[in-house]
């Protein structure tokens, strides 16, 4: 399989004398050209008009017409899918879900394009983690897990599987040594470790416990934790990575989907057919699938960008950030799309959680910080009611939410809060 041509994200250094570096942070990283970021990886998705059922005809077509080596997720069936197996393919068909992931040369990608009606041609995406702004000091602070009334609540997500795909997880963490944690790495010759950071922090907010100290900053602290790895060391992944990992927590009994990464959508632009895909395949499964909104909104300067890729998709619910004020974050996208609107809010502002050793414990901001909340929120649903469908608990998620004295362009139905039994 052609390999995708990726760009980076600012990668979040463990250099105490950067953290601290406040202003430089910003400038280097939240006040830049965010159109610096490349767009697409070089290779393409073919969505199946007919759905799972076309996918013999676009296999006979692949290989007949356009010349295509083709491999099929079917090859996978005991295993998560790897890129590195299939080195040799042209083209990858992802059964249950009517779609390929197709890197062949520019000939053969002009012929898929003129191949009919049966056929939508999409390029990939790259997926980036979201710009994060740091505290101004790296300070305890776990004001979401109050204000969102999970250290009330007596649920804890057990018996409940959280999936969370993003940079990997650092499996050393003292933290999380008794925990039962699943990894698995999508991204091709690096290991599910999180050499980057944003995983580990968004696990600890989503599935977390207390730090050294006893202060808990974890919602869901008895909830079994999936770590897959879709993005790379460097911040930045392929769109197929993304679906891979989704498609291996839905299958591996996962009922919460956390996806802290995204990419650019622009005013007017729709959903992604290829996310849509793999979201309704994982609701089929039991699994709720949440993402964050996104962090290209600048509140203060007036500037508001639609919610991002995936998060807009009608099956994923779309998180955005709140500070503890509840007001909403400067950075937070808003619904601007019709077919991207915002959801649901979590706490995103100034959050304290895991990060990988030595530091241990990092304090950031970004809807990626708001979406574990929200993730694990939906994992104590999950417990109390364990024989519902994904629709009854987004349900249920959205008639407990807080309601704020903001627009629901801004924060869907309102702040997410935790189930809590009142006494008769």
């Known amino acids: 399989m052609k390999k995708p ?44 008009r007919e759905g799972v059922s076309g996918s013999p005809r676009a296999m006979s077509f692949f290989k007949s017409e356009c010349g295509l080596s083709v491999a099929n997720t079917r090859e996978f ?16 068909i992802y059964e249950d879900l009517g779609i390929a992931l197709v890197g062949g040369n520019e000939e053969q990608i002009k ?6 009606p049966g056929y939508i041609i999409e390029p990939e995406k790259i997926v980036y983690v979201p710009d994060e702004m740091p505290a101004v000091m790296n300070i305890p602070s776990t004001w979401g897990i109050d204000v969102t009334q999970a250290m ?11 999936a969370v795909l993003d940079t990997g997880f650092d499996a050393t963490h003292p933290d999380f040594l008794s925990r039962n944690v699943v990894t698995n790495s999508f991204v091709p010759d690096e290991t599910a470790e999180d050499m980057h950071g944003h995983g580990t922090h968004c696990i600890g907010s989503a599935a977390g416990n207390i730090d050294v100290n006893g202060m808990r900053y974890g919602v869901a602290t008895n909830a079994s934790i999936y ?12 769109q197929a990575w993304i679906l891979n990992g989704i498609t291996w927590a839905a299958d591996n009994g996962c009922q919460v989907i956390s996806m802290s990464l995204g990419s650019r959508v622009f005013p007017g632009q729709s959903y992604d057919v290829a996310y849509e895909r793999a979201a309704q395949y994982a609701n089929s499964k039991g699994a709720v699938v949440v993402a964050a909104a996104g962090n290209e909104s600048r509140r203060s300067m007036n500037q508001f960008s639609p919610v991002g890729s995936p998060a807009d998709c009608p ?4 998180v955005a950030a709140v500070d503890s004020n509840l007001n909403v974050a400067d950075f937070s996208n808003r619904g601007i799309n019709p077919s991207g609107e915002v959801d649901i809010a979590g706490p995103g502002v100034e959050i304290y959680s895991s990060w990988p050793m030595p530091m241990r414990y990092r304090t950031i901001s970004g809807t990626s910080m708001a979406t574990p909340h929200v993730a694990g929120l939906t994992a104590l649903l ?14 249920e998620l959205r008639k407990l939410a807080k309601r704020l004295a903001v627009s629901n362009m801004d924060v869907g139905v309102g702040l997410s809060q935790a189930p809590v039994d009142q006494i008769v």
């Open 227 to 238: 770590a897959g790895k879709v993005l790379s060391n460097e911040g930045s992944g392929a």
């Open 315 to 318: 099956s994923i619910l779309a």
């Open 152 to 162: 009330v609540s007596r649920y804890t997500g057990n018996g409940v599987k959280i």
């Open 5 to 48: 041509i990726l760009g980076k994200q600012t990668f979040l250094t463990d250099n105490t004398e950067r953290i601290l570096s406040f202003e430089k942070f910003v400038k280097d990283v939240y006040d830049k050209n965010k159109d610096e970021k490349p767009l697409y990886t070089g290779r393409y998705f073919v969505i199946f």
């Open 111 to 116: 012929i898929l394009e003129t191949a009919g």
């Open 382 to 395: 999950w417990e109390k009611y364990p024989n519902w469908t994904p629709h009854q608990v987004m349900s």
């Open 77 to 92: 069936s005991s295993a998560p899918i790897d890129e590195t197996q299939i080195g040799d393919a042209d083209a990858l």
